[in-house]
């Protein structure tokens, strides 16, 4: 196989003796200079899925699918394992018989194809592609040019040729693709290296090879310009054109209209376009200035992690007590190395010894995120985040650092599956079952580091003056380094204490009897000798604020739980801090390391049943001020009375900066209130919650959190509670999931328990979400009718705030079926009953939807003039959500007056509003406006783009109507192929909470 040069050597030379393959044409593989016999063109499939894994497991299921794809026969799984066993005789035809095999490996159901850097040419091909993109963006064009060169030479024909089914199709139009912008990429640095006319030829064929990708036909515009052949430049364009309309009703986008204008002008052609630069996250904690210890660990871990592993992705696992530093010593070891990894560093703290571990969506969406994919595009299944995870990993060197794994299952979805990268893993047991990791059991610290340790944290002269002391200190601890580090934070904030004091402290002999144990025991006693040293208001402040369950606890919040002032809660917090049983990761908050708020749970407490209630109640009352800052009227009145007063929330940005920071506690408060068994306020600290709409970006583990409390108040019988709850998960389901066939029997429980408690605004909102639900569902036909008859039903039922918003509503209806003369009337009369109420947010709503009834009607200037309105309420009044809301009628009435540049501006910021938050009724919207307003403005290709996901999204929430709508759209106006998946994979089923 070709080696690369000089400026592209990233491919090291190829074991010797190792096989290596081609996927670039007909499938072939070689043993030094032997051809291998491949078998069958099945044989030949199983083989290139596991090589385009690229080292990663496959999972048997996964093989059979593709082969057999959807029609497996019953033999399927011993034909897979046929294919494999000889498989194995053709890589390893020296192994002997009861020998392990070493290339085609077993991984539980799984195999693994492990080969060493550079051994298939379609994973050696696109990693160079990706290594091209990142010599361009350093701007050493000359290396990316010779890099994309050496990436095209390796193409022997069609990929994957002669091998039958979806899976080799979908490959072959990938890797098809691959090489087609590998070339579009070559010829333009071509273009910007050297002169343009020997170019021509090649630019000419590949164009008229595909006459509709008009990347190339711009290639072909500006070579042709650069050489001084404007009039054949003008033909080309104006032939493009006449394809393009004749081919797809399209105009050319706007980088070939550019290109036209400056022909007509006879401008300088402009240079070629860079590529975007890539995303690279840089996710680890900061270091520990004062790190001792483990210097030769630290040099094998570095030289490990650095070097790569012909046989899979280098990986460690580091194992040991708590508190002996696991997690310093792999952030330690990550920082020391991360410039080996260019490509960024991500990390993930697993949770792995909570009751709760963090679960394998949150964290691959959080990896996800850092990489650069947008919040909309996330997939909802673990599975697929997982698949998009490695795939994004394929062509980079990421460092991956997993902290306190709970076990194998827990780690598996988060591993890369190509040698690019490196993964760093810390837990508590060895997980021995990882294949392929190297396993380091983690010892205590030698005596002269802990010295050491205790010298930097409490002061070198001071450790130096009284060494036998600090000797015995170290000893006393034994030489853990969390109770080290908690020895030497109290010296260090007690300058006039001897060593010889705690020394003492220390000799204690349970104490001593406990470190010398081994296991989890051993931690909890490790953490008892700060524990003892407690004054009583700080021991109770540690034992109270580890039972609310809180990721970060606010210093308002631990005043609330400890019952005191502001300033004596900070005073009693620091103490913590100091003696590390807390930590401050940003002022006035605190968080527990895991394993110490295990330990704090153990200890009594006798007012430990009264923690969580009081930041139920803490929070509850910041809910109701943020309500009164927002201005919304939902839960208005209706929630219970408090003893605190909550936080300041001075305005409506405090208020969802607020609620962006304490979203993931609220959620952890549900919890830790449905296992302490207090659930009324919780029911209602839940309600008030997703009253506000803006559900930020895990609707699906709020939603769980809600689930929790609500069995555990029908456990207790308690029915307003349960009322409470069920509304509440209902219209989380609805608004926020778009799971409107389950939401519909938890609204229609509530609602029968609120009319038995006689609760008539906690019914009202269950028909409110009901009767929406039933729109959304309707046929378009019936839609109009079912408005109707549900706004006469809603008529003088004597609950203003469900009148009003179910008039909102249904002027948003009559809208989408194009009836703005009564949507026009429900949200005028909206308007004027929100005005007299004071429903502020409603108000907000019935004005946006006025203007968008007067924008259909044709009277542009009173409507921008109403929505201009409504967006200012919006901003001045509301959460972040409401102003996505407000953007997209505006961007529609500035689309119908004329005035594009505006409203595609506007609609693209509601869609990026919108796709951050969790909604599911007006994202649609936004995605449709925006669609039209770049269509408007000839952006054929964008536009293409965005009302694709618009057709996703639709799907996604059941709406076949509009996906039929847009199917058409793009097929008639667009020319879009009628074979394309206009719908995605969504529309298979409605997806789960747990997939959000």
Same mark, same amino acid.
């Given at each position: 196989m070709r080696q690369v040069g000089p400026a592209g050597s990233v491919i090291r030379e190829r074991t010797a003796g190792a096989p290596s393959f081609t996927l670039l044409g007909a499938v072939r593989g070689r043993l030094g200079a032997r051809e291998l016999e491949l078998g069958s063109p099945q044989r030949r499939l199983v083989l290139a899925v596991l090589l385009l894994h690229e080292g990663g497991p496959v999972e048997l299921d996964d093989l059979v699918d593709a082969v057999w794809g959807d029609r497996p026969p019953g033999q399927a799984v011993q034909g897979i394992r046929s294919h494999v066993a000889n498989l194995r005789r053709v890589?390893?035809?020296?192994?002997?018989?009861?020998?392990?095999?070493?290339?085609?490996?077993?991984?539980?159901?799984?195999?693994?194809?492990?080969?060493?850097?550079?051994?298939?040419?379609?994973?050696?091909?696109?990693?160079?592609?990706?290594?091209?993109?990142?010599?361009?963006?350093?701007?050493?064009?000359a290396a990316a040019r010779e890099q994309l060169a050496a990436a095209l030479e390796l193409w022997q024909g069609s990929p994957l040729a002669g091998l039958p089914g979806p899976f080799a199709e979908r490959h072959r139009e990938r890797l098809a693709e691959l090489r087609l912008a590998a070339q579009e990429r070559r010829l333009a640095l071509d273009l910007a290296l050297g002169p343009a006319e020997p170019l021509l030829p090649e630019i000419a064929a590949l164009s008229a090879e595909h006459p509709l990708r008009e990347g190339l036909r711009g290639l072909h515009l500006t070579a042709l310009h650069r050489a001084g052949r404007r009039a054949e430049a003008l033909a080309v364009y104006a032939r493009t054109r006449s394809e393009l309309v004749a081919e797809l009703g399209v105009e050319p986008g706007?980088?070939?209209?550019?290109?036209?204008?400056?022909?007509?002008?006879?401008?300088?052609?402009?240079?070629?376009?860079?590529?975007?630069?890539?995303?690279?996250?840089?996710?680890?904690?900061?270091?520990?200035?004062?790190?001792?210890?483990?210097? &030769?660990?630290?040099?094998?871990?570095?030289?490990?992690?650095?070097?790569?592993?012909?046989?899979?992705?280098?990986? +460690? +696992?580091?194992?040991?007590?708590?508190?002996?530093?696991?997690?310093?010593?792999?952030?330690?070891?990550?920082?020391?190395?991360?410039?080996?990894?260019?490509?960024?560093?991500?990390?993930?703290?697993?949770?792995g010894a909570c009751s709760a571990p963090a679960a394998a969506d949150v964290l691959l969406g959080g990896f996800l995120r850092g990489l650069g994919v947008p919040e909309g595009e996330l997939p909802a299944a673990v599975v697929d985040r997982a698949a998009l995870l490695r795939s994004l990993l394929a062509t980079r060197r990421v460092l991956v650092v997993l902290d306190d794994a709970r076990d194998v299952d827990q780690v598996r979805p988060l591993l890369p599956g190509t040698t690019g990268t490196a993964v760093l893993i810390t837990s508590r047991t060895a997980l021995s079952e990882l294949s392929g990791a190297h396993p380091l059991r983690l010892p205590v610290l030698p005596r002269d580091d802990a010295l050491r340790l205790l010298a930097k944290i409490a002061g070198p002269e001071r450790i130096e003056a009284q060494l036998a002391a600090a000797h015995r200190a170290v000893e006393g601890c034994g030489f853990l380094p969390l109770a080290v580090r908690i020895v030497g934070a109290r010296l260090a904030a007690r300058p006039g204490w001897s060593v010889a004091r705690i020394s003492d402290r220390l000799a204690d002999q349970r104490s001593r009897l406990a470190l010398l144990h081994v296991g989890e025991?051993?931690?909890?006693?490790?953490?008892?000798?700060?524990?003892?040293?407690?004054?009583?208001?700080?021991?109770?402040?540690?034992?109270? /604020?580890?039972?609310?369950?809180?990721? &970060?606890?606010?210093?308002? +919040?631990?005043?609330?739980?400890?019952?005191?002032?502001?300033?004596?809660?900070?005073?009693?917090?620091?103490?913590?801090?100091?003696?590390?049983?807390?930590?401050?990761?940003?002022?006035?908050?605190?968080? *527990?390391?895991?394993?110490?708020?295990? *330990?704090?749970?153990?200890?009594?407490?006798?007012?430990? %049943?009264? $923690?969580?209630?009081?930041?139920?109640?803490?929070?509850?009352?910041?809910?109701?001020?943020?309500?009164?800052?927002?201005?919304?009227?939902?839960v208005r009145d209706c929630l219970l009375p408090t003893t605190a007063s909550g936080s300041p929330i001075a305005d409506n940005e405090a208020g969802q900066a607020w609620l962006d920071l304490e979203r993931a506690n609220l959620i952890a408060l549900l919890r830790a209130a449905a296992a302490a068994g207090v659930?009324?306020?919780?029911?209602?600290?839940? #309600?008030?919650?997703?009253?506000?709409?803006?559900?930020?970006?895990?609707?699906?583990?709020?939603?769980?959190?809600?689930?929790?409390?609500?069995h555990e108040a029908e456990s207790l019988g308690d029915r307003p509670a349960q009322a409470r709850l069920l509304a509440a998960a209902g219209g989380l389901q609805t608004v926020g999931?778009?799971?409107? /066939? %389950?939401?519909?029997?938890?609204?229609?429980?509530?609602?029968?328990?609120?009319?038995?408690?006689?609760?008539?605004?906690?019914? $009202? #909102?269950?028909?409110?979400?009901?009767?929406?639900?039933? #729109?959304? /569902?309707?046929?378009?036909a019936e839609l109009a009718d079912r408005v109707a008859a549900a706004v006469a039903a809603f008529d003088g039922t004597g609950v203003p705030w469900a009148?009003?918003? /179910?008039? +909102?509503?249904?002027?948003?209806?009559?809208?989408?079926?194009?009836?703005?003369?009564?949507?026009?009337?429900?949200? &005028?009369?909206?308007?004027?009953?929100?005005?007299?109420?004071?429903?502020?947010?409603? &108000?907000?709503?019935?004005?946006?939807?006025?203007? %968008?009834?007067?924008?259909?009607?044709?009277?542009?200037?009173?409507?921008?003039?109403?929505?201009? $309105?409504?967006?200012r309420l919006a901003r001045s009044h509301g959460p972040r959500l409401q102003q996505g809301w407000a953007l997209t009628p505006l961007a529609r009435a500035n689309l119908n007056a004329g005035h594009l540049e505006a409203a595609e501006a506007q609609a693209a910021e509601a869609v990026r509003i919108l796709t951050g938050c969790a909604d599911m009724f007006n994202r649609g919207r936004a995605l449709v406006t925006h669609g039209r307003a770049l269509a408007a403005l000839h952006r054929t290709d964008e536009?293409?783009?965005? *009302?694709?996901?618009?057709?996703?999204?639709?799907?996604?929430?059941?709406?076949?109507?509009?996906?039929?709508?847009?199917?058409?759209?793009?097929?008639?106006?667009?020319?879009?192929?009628?074979?394309?998946?206009?719908?995605?994979?969504?529309?298979?089923?409605?997806?789960?909470?747990?997939?959000y």
């Open positions: 890589l390893e035809p020296e192994r002997a018989a009861r020998q392990p095999a070493g290339l085609l490996i077993s991984v539980g159901r799984a195999y693994a194809l492990r080969l060493p850097a550079g051994s298939v040419d379609a994973v050696l091909a696109g990693t160079l592609v990706e290594r091209a993109r990142r010599s361009e963006h350093a701007g050493d064009k706007a980088d070939l209209a550019r290109l036209h204008r400056e022909l007509l002008r006879d401008e300088p052609p402009p240079a070629p376009a860079e590529p975007p630069a890539p995303v690279i996250p840089a996710q680890l904690p900061a270091d520990l200035v004062d790190f001792t210890g483990h210097a &030769e660990v630290v040099t094998q871990l570095a030289a490990r992690l650095r070097r790569p592993d012909p046989h899979g992705v280098p990986a +460690v +696992v580091i194992s040991g007590m708590g508190g002996v530093g696991k997690s310093s010593l792999a952030i330690h070891v990550a920082h020391r190395i991360r410039d080996h990894f260019p490509d960024g560093q991500l990390y993930a703290d697993l949770h025991l051993t931690v909890a006693r490790a953490f008892q000798l700060g524990y003892d040293q407690l004054n009583s208001a700080q021991a109770r402040a540690f034992r109270l /604020l580890a039972r609310i369950g809180i990721p &970060e606890i606010p210093l308002a +919040v631990c005043a609330a739980v400890l019952d005191c002032t502001l300033e004596r809660a900070e005073e009693i917090c620091e103490a913590l801090v100091d003696l590390s049983l807390l930590d401050t990761p940003r002022p006035d908050r605190y968080r *527990f390391h895991d394993l110490i708020r295990l *330990f704090a749970l153990e200890q009594p407490e006798p007012e430990g %049943a009264a $923690a969580v209630p009081r930041a139920l109640d803490h929070y509850l009352a910041t809910l109701n001020r943020l309500h009164r800052v927002f201005r919304s009227s939902a659930v009324r306020v919780a029911a209602d600290v839940a #309600w008030a919650l997703v009253s506000l709409s803006d559900l930020g970006t895990n609707p699906g583990e709020t939603l769980r959190a809600l689930e929790a409390v609500l999931l778009g799971q409107f /066939l %389950a939401a519909v029997p938890r609204l229609r429980r509530a609602r029968t328990l609120a009319e038995t408690e006689g609760n008539g605004r906690l019914r $009202a #909102w269950a028909d409110v979400y009901l009767t929406l639900i039933d #729109w959304h /569902l309707a046929p378009a009148e009003c918003i /179910l008039r +909102v509503a249904a002027a948003q209806a009559y809208l989408a079926v194009g009836a703005h003369e009564p949507a026009g009337s429900q949200a &005028e009369a909206a308007l004027r009953l929100a005005s007299r109420a004071g429903f502020g947010e409603i &108000e907000a709503f019935a004005m946006q939807e006025a203007g %968008a009834a007067l924008s259909e009607a044709g009277e542009h200037d009173r409507a921008l003039e109403f929505c201009t $309105a409504a967006l536009a293409v783009t965005v *009302f694709l996901r618009a057709c996703r999204f639709y799907a996604r929430i059941r709406r076949r109507d509009m996906v039929d709508q847009l199917r058409t759209l793009l097929i008639t106006d667009f020319g879009v192929p009628p074979d394309t998946d206009f719908s995605g994979t969504l529309t298979r089923r409605q997806p789960s909470a747990n997939e």
